[in-house]
């Protein structure tokens, strides 16, 4: 089974900066495979708590390899919720690279542990007919001091259900996930590839 690595992660920074230089992306160091995936791109300046800048993935298996390469891209790019990634914001950004793996039937929606387990969660709006579904990764009810019930609602209202909120079914999922900072991406490409990356754009910041 492939994991989230280092490697991932540094080949979405690799995608990133090779965009901003119009060059080709070095080759990837991590082994293929076929697996649902995101990216997130979070940014921290003067030492602030990072905050989300992009985060676009799929729940379909894909060839991780042109999967990461596509979403590192279409996350930091044309996440609608955020502008487009500049290049001089690259020496802030911090990437999280998320394989899902493991799915398992929760045996209800409060079979799950905040901070370890992913959500997908399917059900049908009894007012419409309608089949809806949505996803948080693990790091999400953290990040938004939520609890179970709570996160379990808002995914709901993030799937499009307006009415009063019952039990549905829910799955779960396992995800795992790797951080690197850019510093961290700076400091790896300088050791194994003898100079530190240049981006058209941006200033040094390492």
Request: aromatic share 12%; glycine share 6%; charged share 20%.
């Amino acid at each position: 089974m492939v994991s989230a690595n280092r490697e991932m992660a540094v080949y979405c920074f690799d995608t990133l900066v090779a965009h901003y230089n119009s060059e080709h992306v070095p080759p990837p160091v991590f082994e293929e495979g076929q697996h649902p995936l995101f990216v997130t791109w979070k940014k921290a300046v003067n030492g602030a708590d990072p905050y989300l800048r992009g985060c676009i993935g799929t729940l379909e298996a894909h060839c991780i390899i042109r999967g990461f390469r596509d979403y590192a891209l279409t996350s930091a790019l044309r996440d609608h919720r955020f502008p487009p990634i500049q290049a001089k914001e690259l020496p802030y950004l911090e990437c999280t690279v998320s394989i899902l793996t493991d799915y398992e039937s929760a045996l209800d929606y409060l079979d799950w542990e905040i901070g370890k387990h992913g959500l997908i969660i399917e059900f049908t709006d009894p007012h419409y007919n309608m089949r809806l579904s949505a996803t948080y990764l693990p790091e999400v009810a953290v990040h938004e001091g939520l609890t179970k019930i709570e996160t379990i609602d808002s995914l709901m209202r993030k799937a499009g259900f307006n009415g009063t909120i019952n039990e549905s079914l829910r799955k779960r999922l396992h995800v795992t996930r790797y951080t690197m900072q850019y510093s961290d991406y700076a400091s790896y490409v300088k050791t194994i590839r003898g100079a530190a990356p240049a981006i058209n754009g941006a200033k040094p910041n390492y």
